[in-house]
């Protein structure tokens, strides 16, 4: 296998990526011309030196100062190169700079011997004898022209040998990129916390030393830094492959502009090539299978959320070439699995050290925190719970504001979440269909942190297909299973959920389907303003734990469609006049009731949980709950 990539790089990168060194009569309208463009096209910055500067004997000062700015001199070596005495001072400057500043050289020999070059015979002897009787009094130019041709031509360099000009300028273009990337190594931001330890996992998935094809999907929850990982990797590993794309945002422009879009940008990017004629994906999708195979390419599709999309981009393993990889992001673990990927990596929170790191460089632009931040930094780090998205938002928002906007915002945030935190978080929930929402709302607002089997009982009897549906929420990264069994949300997610609850009616909780805070439970008791689009209820009363929450008799009269009810508090009632025949849950701790409504018919009822009440009969006749 193939080591890591470096991580970091004292180089301070030069004005230009490349001199060109040619004999323009010779190469500057065809070959050298098609070298600059392609080297342009990889984003490498070249320097080829205006014709108007041939203009006099004297090589022009600004081509010596464009060597000594360039990391590499290209020397493209055609028949009369040696002829010029211009390209001569320019080779005996590259070469002293090769040899006083670490400045590379790589030759190109266009139609010619390097043995030519190096031992000064055939058009090279006849070169230098024109040289010698101009330069008569000049005999040191002349020699260190010599010393410097010798030089270059011993070094490894490309040689056309009768090859198609395309094919050979993409070798040098591909190998020149492959040092450039190798002598500018991509450096860790500072504020990427934890990204190390997490692409040494992801490389050992990716295992570029393989030569085989490999697709490794990235998966997690929205803002967990699928993304990053994906793009630090691409920038690390490029090198290593003959050509690369990103696509970003899949997702979001597949709908915009369509498929077809995507199949462009990806051809585009591998063989710098116009395919704007591509008129629909089936076309598209010949062309990718049919050209793709040429290259050794390295390709990340970001934010996959379809499976159309990875069968249009990267259908089979046998489109691409051997030594490939692709690398797809997303945040449904279902889709990777059904495009049989080669392996997964599944991106976790942030630790509580690492998302305070992350937080206060968002903060505070250092590691080092404030006296009178330290304890305001644990609690928004409590709120973020690991998620590097929302850690770097409120980080960002609260830098150089005073402790005391600091306090506002951390019990403003107890009541009113961060809206572009939880805008990218529901992306995931608005992909899923009706019954799963509900699924996911119940979880978020009832069953977090209750054990899976007994969650999937509850909801098997609402008929909401709880085994496939809880699946679907666990592969899109919605939800997880512990190691004890028991269903757990992300935060985050959470409160999420509970905000599109609350919008459906933000006036009146009583017009929402689901209640948990025990300010709008209150309401609803003690103003009588239950509705039936009541479906679930907790009643709690935390805030005043030793006192006795009083039922009226028409407490839940008005809720009729009532799914799970439970009472966790200490409760005062006598008598009620009714309970929905729709509860699949009814969890009363303490019930002060002696029976249930004679009314209430528990045939829908899953599960009944009355540790220590005072019920002496639970209804008349043979009714129970069906477990």
């Not at 030759?107 to 390097?114: A, G």
């Not at 719970?385 to 107890?414: M, N, Y």
């Not at 919605?478 to 999420?496: A, F, G, P, T």
């Not at 409504?597 to 829908?604: E, H, K, R």
């Amino acid at each position: 296998m193939l080591s890591l990539p470096s991580t970091s790089s004292s180089n301070s990168r030069k004005k230009y990526d490349v001199f060109l060194s040619f004999r323009g009569e010779d190469t500057r309208r065809n070959f050298t011309d098609h070298l600059y463009a392609a080297l342009k096209r990889r984003w490498i910055v070249t320097f080829r030196d205006d014709q108007k500067l041939e203009a006099g004997e004297e090589i022009a000062p600004e081509l010596l100062k464009a060597i000594q700015e360039s990391w590499c001199s290209v020397i493209v070596f055609s028949q009369t190169y040696a002829f010029s005495s211009w390209c001569l001072e320019e080779l005996a400057e590259i070469v002293k700079q090769h040899k006083n500043d670490g400045h590379k050289v790589f030759p190109i020999f266009y139609d010619v011997d390097p043995s030519d070059l190096r031992n000064q015979k055939g058009k090279v002897k006849e070169a230098f004898a024109r040289h010698e009787e101009r330069y008569k009094e000049e005999s040191e130019k002349i020699q260190r022209w010599r010393n410097a041709l010798i030089l270059v031509a011993g070094v490894r360099g490309w040689h056309l040998n009768n090859r198609h000009e395309s094919d050979f300028i993409r070798e040098i273009v591909q190998e020149i990129s492959t040092k450039l990337c190798q002598a500018y190594p991509v450096t860790h931001d500072s504020g990427l916390v934890g990204i190390p330890e997490r692409l040494e996992g992801l490389y050992l998935k990716i295992n570029i030393g393989e030569n085989d094809v490999r697709i490794i999907g990235i998966c997690g929850m929205g803002g967990i830094g699928k993304t990053t990982l994906a793009n630090r990797a691409y920038n690390e590993l490029s090198p290593h492959f003959e050509a690369k794309s990103f696509i970003a945002n899949i997702r979001e422009d597949s709908e915009k502009y369509g498929l077809v879009s995507l199949q462009k940008r990806l051809l585009s990017d591998i063989f710098y090539d116009d395919y704007s004629r591509i008129s629909n994906v089936d076309e598209g999708n010949n062309i990718i299978r049919h050209m793709l195979p040429r290259k050794k390419v390295l390709v990340v599709l970001d934010d996959v959320d379809n499976i159309q999309h990875l069968k249009y981009l990267a259908g089979r393993h046998d489109w691409f070439r051997l030594g490939s990889r692709i690398i797809v992001t997303t945040r449904d673990e279902h889709l990777l699995r059904c495009c049989q990927v080669d392996d997964v990596y599944i991106s976790t929170t942030l630790n509580t050290k690492d998302a305070l790191q992350l937080f206060n460089r968002k903060a505070f632009h250092s590691a080092t925190v404030p006296e009178d931040f330290i304890g305001l930094s644990f609690h928004v780090v409590k709120y973020a719970d690991g998620l590097p998205l929302a850690l770097e938002i409120l980080g960002c928002f609260l830098c150089g504001r005073d402790a005391t906007v600091w306090r506002s915002t951390i019990e403003r945030l107890k009541r009113d979440s961060n809206k572009e935190i939880l805008d990218k978080l529901r992306i995931s929930f608005d992909g899923l269909e009706e019954t799963e929402k509900n699924i996911f709302l119940d979880i978020a607002c009832f069953f977090n942190r209750e054990k899976k089997d007994f969650v999937i009982k509850v909801l098997d009897g609402c008929e909401f297909f709880p085994d496939i549906g809880i699946d679907v929420l666990i592969k899109k990264s919605l939800i997880k299973v512990d190691e004890h069994k028991e269903l757990r949300m992300h935060n985050l997610l959470q409160e999420m959920g509970r905000k599109i609850v609350k919008e459906k009616c933000v006036d009146e909780p009583g017009k929402r389907c689901r209640l948990w805070e025990e300010i709008d439970v209150h309401h609803v008791l003690t103003k009588n303003t239950g509705t039936e689009m009541i479906e679930s209820i907790i009643i709690d009363n935390k805030r005043e734990s030793s006192k006795m929450l009083n039922l009226s008799v028409d407490a839940f009269s008005k809720m009729k469609k009532l799914r799970l009810l439970k009472v966790l508090c200490l409760s005062n009632c006598d008598y009620l006049k009714f309970l929905s025949n729709e509860l699949r849950l009814l969890d009363w701790k303490g019930c002060p009731l002696k029976s249930l409504p004679s009314s209430f018919q528990p045939d829908n009822l899953i599960a009944l949980l009355l540790p220590y009440s005072r019920i002496q009969q639970l209804w008349k006749g043979n009714r129970g709950p069906k477990t």
